[in-house]
Protein backbone atom coordinates (compact mmCIF):
# COMPACT_ATOMS: atom_id res chain seq x y z
CA UNK A 1 0.00 0.00 0.00
CA UNK A 2 0.61 3.59 0.16
CA UNK A 3 3.65 5.08 2.37
CA UNK A 4 3.90 8.67 3.04
CA UNK A 5 6.94 9.77 5.11
CA UNK A 6 6.86 13.72 6.31
CA UNK A 7 9.65 16.09 7.28
CA UNK A 8 10.42 17.29 9.67
CA UNK A 9 8.56 15.99 12.64
CA UNK A 10 8.87 19.93 14.51
CA UNK A 11 9.95 22.79 12.81
CA UNK A 12 10.63 26.16 14.71
CA UNK A 13 10.54 29.95 13.16
CA UNK A 14 10.50 33.17 14.01
CA UNK A 15 7.89 35.54 13.04
CA UNK A 16 7.91 36.55 9.72
CA UNK A 17 10.42 33.81 8.30
CA UNK A 18 9.00 30.87 5.57
CA UNK A 19 8.57 27.18 6.90
CA UNK A 20 8.99 24.78 4.17
CA UNK A 21 7.69 21.06 5.08
CA UNK A 22 8.52 18.12 2.64
CA UNK A 23 6.09 14.69 1.92
CA UNK A 24 7.63 11.84 -0.12
CA UNK A 25 5.44 9.49 -1.76
CA UNK A 26 5.35 5.55 -2.12
CA UNK A 27 2.60 5.02 -4.84
CA UNK A 28 3.60 6.17 -8.66
CA UNK A 29 -0.15 6.02 -8.69
CA UNK A 30 -1.39 8.90 -6.21
CA UNK A 31 -2.47 12.07 -7.61
CA UNK A 32 -4.31 13.20 -4.86
CA UNK A 33 -2.37 15.57 -2.48
CA UNK A 34 -3.93 17.39 0.24
CA UNK A 35 -2.37 19.41 3.05
CA UNK A 36 -4.25 19.80 6.73
CA UNK A 37 -3.92 21.65 9.54
CA UNK A 38 -4.50 20.57 13.32
CA UNK A 39 -4.44 22.73 16.08
CA UNK A 40 -4.76 21.91 19.81
CA UNK A 41 -8.20 20.13 20.94
CA UNK A 42 -9.43 20.41 17.11
CA UNK A 43 -10.21 17.88 14.11
CA UNK A 44 -7.90 17.98 11.10
CA UNK A 45 -8.60 20.99 8.59
CA UNK A 46 -7.75 21.20 4.77
CA UNK A 47 -5.78 24.22 3.85
CA UNK A 48 -4.48 23.60 0.54
CA UNK A 49 -5.09 20.59 -1.99
CA UNK A 50 -2.98 19.62 -5.38
CA UNK A 51 -3.60 16.81 -7.97
CA UNK A 52 -0.93 15.31 -10.45
CA UNK A 53 -1.65 17.54 -13.32
CA UNK A 54 -0.55 20.24 -11.45
CA UNK A 55 2.86 21.23 -10.16
CA UNK A 56 2.34 24.38 -8.31
CA UNK A 57 -0.80 25.65 -6.57
CA UNK A 58 -0.83 29.29 -4.48
CA UNK A 59 -3.12 30.41 -1.85
CA UNK A 60 -2.19 33.70 -0.49
CA UNK A 61 0.66 32.70 1.81
CA UNK A 62 0.37 29.09 1.23
CA UNK A 63 1.83 27.29 -1.34
CA UNK A 64 2.23 23.77 -2.51
CA UNK A 65 4.82 22.13 -4.99
CA UNK A 66 4.52 18.77 -6.48
CA UNK A 67 7.35 16.37 -8.51
CA UNK A 68 5.76 13.59 -9.36
CA UNK A 69 8.92 12.17 -10.66
CA UNK A 70 10.78 12.22 -7.34
CA UNK A 71 7.34 11.64 -6.09
CA UNK A 72 7.52 14.24 -2.80
CA UNK A 73 5.31 16.85 -2.71
CA UNK A 74 5.84 20.39 -0.01
CA UNK A 75 3.97 22.85 1.85
CA UNK A 76 5.54 26.52 1.73
CA UNK A 77 4.39 28.80 4.31
CA UNK A 78 5.27 32.37 3.90
CA UNK A 79 5.27 35.49 6.44
CA UNK A 80 4.69 33.04 8.98
CA UNK A 81 2.35 34.67 11.84
CA UNK A 82 1.75 32.95 15.67
CA UNK A 83 -1.35 31.75 14.55
CA UNK A 84 0.29 29.32 11.70
CA UNK A 85 1.29 26.86 14.71
CA UNK A 86 0.13 23.75 14.48
CA UNK A 87 0.59 20.40 13.68
CA UNK A 88 0.49 19.92 9.59
CA UNK A 89 -0.41 16.89 8.30
CA UNK A 90 0.26 15.88 4.25
CA UNK A 91 -1.32 13.07 2.52
CA UNK A 92 -1.54 11.12 -0.46
CA UNK A 93 -4.59 9.37 -2.62
CA UNK A 94 -4.05 6.78 -5.87
CA UNK A 95 -7.27 7.29 -7.13
CA UNK A 96 -7.80 3.37 -7.45
CA UNK A 97 -11.01 2.26 -7.04
CA UNK A 98 -12.45 3.81 -3.77
CA UNK A 99 -9.11 5.17 -2.89
CA UNK A 100 -8.53 6.27 0.86
CA UNK A 101 -6.02 8.89 1.84
CA UNK A 102 -2.70 8.15 3.37
CA UNK A 103 -1.50 9.80 5.78
CA UNK A 104 1.98 11.42 6.98
CA UNK A 105 3.23 11.81 10.61
CA UNK A 106 2.55 15.13 10.88
CA UNK A 107 4.88 18.37 11.72
CA UNK A 108 4.42 20.51 14.16
CA UNK A 109 5.06 23.96 13.24
CA UNK A 110 6.12 26.51 16.12
CA UNK A 111 6.13 30.41 15.07
CA UNK A 112 7.89 32.50 17.89
CA UNK A 113 6.23 36.04 17.74
CA UNK B 1 -16.64 24.65 12.59
CA UNK B 2 -16.97 21.39 10.03
CA UNK B 3 -20.35 20.55 10.25
CA UNK B 4 -19.37 17.56 11.75
CA UNK B 5 -20.46 16.65 14.90
CA UNK B 6 -19.00 13.67 17.57
CA UNK B 7 -20.48 12.73 20.37
CA UNK B 8 -19.55 11.65 23.16
CA UNK B 9 -16.17 14.42 23.44
CA UNK B 10 -14.24 12.37 26.14
CA UNK B 11 -14.96 8.94 27.35
CA UNK B 12 -13.33 7.01 29.80
CA UNK B 13 -13.64 3.31 30.70
CA UNK B 14 -11.87 0.06 31.33
CA UNK B 15 -10.19 -2.66 29.42
CA UNK B 16 -12.63 -5.26 28.28
CA UNK B 17 -15.69 -3.12 27.96
CA UNK B 18 -17.40 -2.00 24.99
CA UNK B 19 -18.22 1.85 23.47
CA UNK B 20 -20.00 2.94 20.51
CA UNK B 21 -18.93 6.44 18.92
CA UNK B 22 -21.35 8.59 16.85
CA UNK B 23 -20.93 10.54 14.34
CA UNK B 24 -23.12 13.33 12.61
CA UNK B 25 -21.61 14.08 9.18
CA UNK B 26 -22.45 17.79 6.87
CA UNK B 27 -25.57 18.50 5.60
CA UNK B 28 -25.74 16.71 2.40
CA UNK B 29 -22.47 14.50 2.54
CA UNK B 30 -23.02 10.97 1.65
CA UNK B 31 -19.55 9.68 2.67
CA UNK B 32 -17.99 8.97 6.22
CA UNK B 33 -14.73 8.28 7.61
CA UNK B 34 -13.32 6.89 10.64
CA UNK B 35 -9.84 7.75 11.92
CA UNK B 36 -7.59 6.87 14.71
CA UNK B 37 -4.79 9.21 16.29
CA UNK B 38 -2.49 8.19 18.57
CA UNK B 39 1.12 9.93 19.03
CA UNK B 40 2.89 7.01 17.69
CA UNK B 41 0.89 6.11 14.83
CA UNK B 42 -0.48 9.28 13.70
CA UNK B 43 -3.88 9.59 11.94
CA UNK B 44 -4.78 5.86 10.51
CA UNK B 45 -7.72 5.05 8.47
CA UNK B 46 -10.11 2.60 9.69
CA UNK B 47 -13.00 2.58 7.69
CA UNK B 48 -15.38 4.27 5.31
CA UNK B 49 -19.11 4.43 4.56
CA UNK B 50 -20.86 5.94 1.32
CA UNK B 51 -24.53 6.37 1.36
CA UNK B 52 -24.86 3.62 4.09
CA UNK B 53 -22.62 0.97 1.94
CA UNK B 54 -18.73 -0.14 3.43
CA UNK B 55 -16.51 1.53 0.64
CA UNK B 56 -13.22 0.91 1.70
CA UNK B 57 -11.33 -0.69 4.61
CA UNK B 58 -8.30 0.28 6.45
CA UNK B 59 -6.52 -0.45 9.54
CA UNK B 60 -9.47 -1.41 11.49
CA UNK B 61 -8.93 -4.06 13.87
CA UNK B 62 -11.60 -7.17 13.89
CA UNK B 63 -12.67 -5.97 17.43
CA UNK B 64 -14.15 -2.89 15.88
CA UNK B 65 -16.77 -2.28 13.80
CA UNK B 66 -18.68 0.74 11.97
CA UNK B 67 -22.19 1.04 10.35
CA UNK B 68 -23.78 3.96 9.03
CA UNK B 69 -27.87 4.50 9.02
CA UNK B 70 -30.16 5.54 6.67
CA UNK B 71 -30.04 9.57 8.39
CA UNK B 72 -26.29 8.63 7.26
CA UNK B 73 -24.89 9.45 11.04
CA UNK B 74 -22.18 6.99 11.36
CA UNK B 75 -21.39 4.71 15.07
CA UNK B 76 -17.83 3.14 15.45
CA UNK B 77 -18.16 0.53 18.15
CA UNK B 78 -14.84 -0.86 19.44
CA UNK B 79 -14.97 -3.89 21.63
CA UNK B 80 -12.90 -5.78 24.46
CA UNK B 81 -10.88 -2.24 24.85
CA UNK B 82 -7.60 -2.83 25.23
CA UNK B 83 -5.09 -0.30 26.87
CA UNK B 84 -3.48 0.35 23.53
CA UNK B 85 -6.98 1.82 21.92
CA UNK B 86 -6.75 5.02 23.86
CA UNK B 87 -6.46 7.58 21.40
CA UNK B 88 -8.34 10.12 19.04
CA UNK B 89 -11.16 9.03 17.67
CA UNK B 90 -12.19 11.27 14.41
CA UNK B 91 -14.96 11.01 12.11
CA UNK B 92 -14.84 12.89 8.70
CA UNK B 93 -17.30 13.24 5.93
CA UNK B 94 -17.05 13.93 2.36
CA UNK B 95 -19.59 14.44 -0.36
CA UNK B 96 -18.66 11.91 -2.82
CA UNK B 97 -15.84 10.04 -1.67
CA UNK B 98 -13.79 10.45 -4.11
CA UNK B 99 -10.67 12.44 -3.95
CA UNK B 100 -12.35 15.33 -2.26
CA UNK B 101 -11.95 17.60 0.86
CA UNK B 102 -12.51 15.86 3.82
CA UNK B 103 -14.43 17.79 6.95
CA UNK B 104 -13.16 16.49 9.97
CA UNK B 105 -15.61 16.69 13.54
CA UNK B 106 -14.07 17.70 16.76
CA UNK B 107 -13.05 13.60 17.70
CA UNK B 108 -13.49 11.29 20.65
CA UNK B 109 -10.92 10.82 23.02
CA UNK B 110 -10.70 7.76 24.21
CA UNK B 111 -9.11 6.50 27.75
CA UNK B 112 -8.95 2.89 28.54
CA UNK B 113 -7.88 2.11 32.11
Known amino acids: GENVEQHPSTLSVQEGDSAVIKCTYS??????FPWYKQELGKGPQLIID?????GEKKDQRIAVTLNKTAKHFSLHITETQPEDSAVYFC????????????FGKGTMLLVSP | DSGVTQTPKHLITATGQRVTLRCSPRSGDLSVYWYQQSLDQGLQFLIQ???????AKGNILERFSAQQFPDLHSELNLSSLELGDSALYFCASSVEGWEETQYFGPGTRLLVL
Open chain 2, 49 to 55: YYNGEER
Open chain 1, 27 to 32: DSASNY
Open chain 1, 50 to 54: IRSNV
Open chain 1, 91 to 102: AASNGRGYSTLT
